[in-house]
Each structure stands twice: as structure tokens, then as C-alpha cells.
């Protein structure tokens, strides 16, 4: 069994930026279909993962009354 056949070609990964806005995220989160996203910087560095239970807290975090 060829181990090249689960892995997903670079050009066709789904990913963030570390400037993308909250919605940004959300929206390219939702399309992707993923959990959980990494995070590149402009120059493809990796910076980190963000999960759907990071953006939940971020909402409520931004949402919490006075």
C-alpha cells in the first residue's frame, strides 16, 4: 500500500492567514468542511491551528453583554 495515496497535494489543502478577519475565518472554515484549519503567515509560514471551538469563544468573547 502506497502511503502517497492519503495524502492531500499541497495546492489543493485548505488553510488561513494569520491577517484573515474573525468572519474571513469563519466563512473559509465553513466551506472547507474541517474542524480545525492551520494558519500561515503571507509567506506560508506555519503560525497555527484554529479550531471551531476557537472561533466559538472568540464570538462569545466579542458578544458578552456589558
Known amino acids: ?4 495515496f492519503f495524502l492531500t497535494p499541497k495546492a489543493l489543502c ?8 474573525l468572519r474571513q475565518a469563519l466563512e473559509k472554515m465553513e466551506l472547507s468542511g474541517y474542524a ?5 503567515d503571507r509567506g506560508g509560514q506555519y503560525q497555527g491551528t484554529l479550531t471551531e471551538g476557537d472561533l ?8 458578552r453583554d456589558g
Do not use: E, G, S
Request: glycine share 0%; charged share 15%; with cysteine.
Open 1 to 4: 500500500m502506497n502511503l502517497l
Open 56 to 63: 466559538l469563544w472568540a464570538v462569545k468573547n466579542l458578544c
Open 14 to 21: 485548505k488553510y488561513l492567514y494569520d491577517d484573515y478577519t
Open 36 to 40: 480545525a484549519l492551520p494558519i500561515l
